[in-house]
């Protein structure tokens, strides 16, 4: 017989005992008790003692959902919630998202306008509820449509039908001044939805795993900055240890950093430097009525810092991602639902990349391959446009001002200060079809 030590919590978790092992320890039990009683297969004692086992297994398994439950990294559903909501950390809204209709009336003669992703549309309630658009669109004389997402997660950005009803008047005027006379109108033909619905497992358990355990900090300040909605990664520069009280050299002289100049006059402040890259959506700076991410973070970052000791909040670099290519496919394939095909898995894998994190040259090959319908890509070149917004570097890459293409196999390398976006138009995508 099977030592019970071996099964339930040991070194190594816990072990669910089979109900084999359940079954064959119930019927040597039967044995000492009822001496030579008939355990065979037909028997009703075995019968019994079979259906007994199967419900014990059960038990077990519950046994094992218990225990785990009891650690984030394993635990899930409403054990992962009650463990996030001991630590004041509970699980965040989604975003309520949507369509709008763009109508646009006493425009040029044949004249495009462009709307672009980010647009902020705005509801006719009060208080406003802004949204902004996730994909880029041309507009003329034909309605067109656009997905939009809620700026501030929550049910509150679930409406209904026809509430949506105006392009921000700020944003207007900023980025759409070149519309002249052309007068631009919204609607929203459905509802806006998903903002009851909560956060997933995943990204839940990745924000409790990564909760700081102490005050002034850079880890406490980075994961105060990402837990700003909008914000995607954040990478802070702190070689003095301002922030770091923990540290050995807080408050002394860096002989190795500073070897020829003193140190700060007292009374004069201490900045240290915190990059955020951002959702592309999200305004940098407030814009009518979306906060900045500028300001949020500003304020979730002064919850955590020193006294005396302030952030310098800075936007990443976003650079655009293409690359030209020639494609071989097979007859008969649809090469425009292809294209889309690809451009979608591009976004999705050159979308989860962080701060620093270099495009690899095989990544975007497999993308390419992997597509039912290809059979071979040719000729394929990574190309990077300049910095999209205020360029900052730490020293690693050198300023850009036009577009760059890279050789056949060089990956793209991104400065710790760079986040890649992938560009599923415009002219830094070039990609010609052939057929095998």
């Known amino acids: 017989m099977t030592a019970v030590a071996d099964f339930g919590v040991t070194p190594d978790g816990f072990v669910v005992k089979p109900v084999d092992v359940i079954l064959s320890e119930s019927l040597a039990r039967a044995n000492a008790v009822f001496g030579d009683a008939d355990l065979t297969s037909t028997s009703v004692l075995r019968k019994l003692l079979e259906t007994t086992a199967a419900e014990d297994g059960e038990l077990w398994k519950r046994l094992e959902d218990l225990y785990y439950g009891n650690f984030v990294s394993t635990a899930v559903g409403d054990d992962l919630t009650q463990l996030g909501e001991d630590v004041g950390v509970p699980r965040a809204s989604l975003a309520s998202t949507g369509t709008v209709r763009f109508t646009l009336a006493n425009a040029a003669p044949g004249r495009r306008y462009v709307l672009p992703e980010g647009t902020i549309v705005v509801?006719?309630?009060?208080?406003?509820?802004?949204?902004?658009?996730?994909?880029?669109?041309?507009?003329?004389?034909?309605?067109?449509?656009?997905?939009?997402?809620?700026?501030?997660?929550?049910p509150l950005g679930d409406v209904l039908a026809g509430k949506i009803v105006d392009v921000d008047p700020t944003y207007r005027a900023t980025f759409l001044a070149d519309f002249g006379t052309a007068k631009l109108t919204v609607t929203n033909p459905g509802p806006t939805t998903g903002g009851a619905a909560l956060e997933a497992d995943g990204p839940y358990r990745a924000r409790l795993l990564g909760l700081p355990r102490n005050l002034w900090t850079p880890e406490a300040v980075a994961q105060a900055a990402l837990r700003v909605s909008g914000v995607v990664d954040v990478v802070l520069s702190d070689p003095l240890g301002g922030v770091d009280v923990s540290q050995s050299y807080f408050d002394l002289f860096t002989f190795d950093q500073r070897a020829f100049s003193s140190e700060r006059r007292v009374g004069e402040p201490y900045f240290f430097t915190v990059v955020v890259a951002h959702e592309f959506r999200a305004p940098w700076r407030t814009i009518g009525p979306v906060q900045g991410v500028f300001?949020?973070?500003?304020?979730?970052?002064?919850?955590?810092?020193?006294?005396?000791?302030?952030?310098?909040?800075?936007?990443?670099?976003?650079?655009?991602?293409?690359?030209r290519a020639t494609v071989v496919v097979q007859p008969g394939s649809d090469g425009a639902a292809l294209l889309a095909s690809v451009r979608q898995r591009l976004a999705g894998d050159i979308g989860g990349l962080r701060l620093g994190g270099d495009v690899r040259y095989s990544q975007v090959v497999r993308a390419f391959v992997e597509q039912p319908g290809v059979l071979d890509v040719q000729g394929l070149h990574l190309r990077r446009s300049p910095a999209a917004f205020g360029r900052i570097t730490f020293g690693d890459v050198g300023f850009q001002q036009v577009l760059a293409e890279a050789a056949v196999g060089e990956n793209l390398v991104m400065g710790p200060t760079e986040l890649a976006i992938f560009a599923a138009s415009g002219e830094a995508l070039e990609v010609t079809l052939v057929t095998g």
């Open 123 to 154: 509801t006719g309630t009060d208080p406003v509820r802004a949204y902004g658009t996730t994909a880029s669109v041309t507009i003329d004389t034909a309605p067109v449509t656009a997905p939009v997402v809620a700026f501030e997660p929550g």
């Open 295 to 323: 300001e949020r973070v500003t304020a979730a970052v002064d919850q955590v810092r020193p006294i005396g000791v302030h952030a310098n909040i800075v936007e990443a670099d976003h650079i655009e991602v293409g690359l």
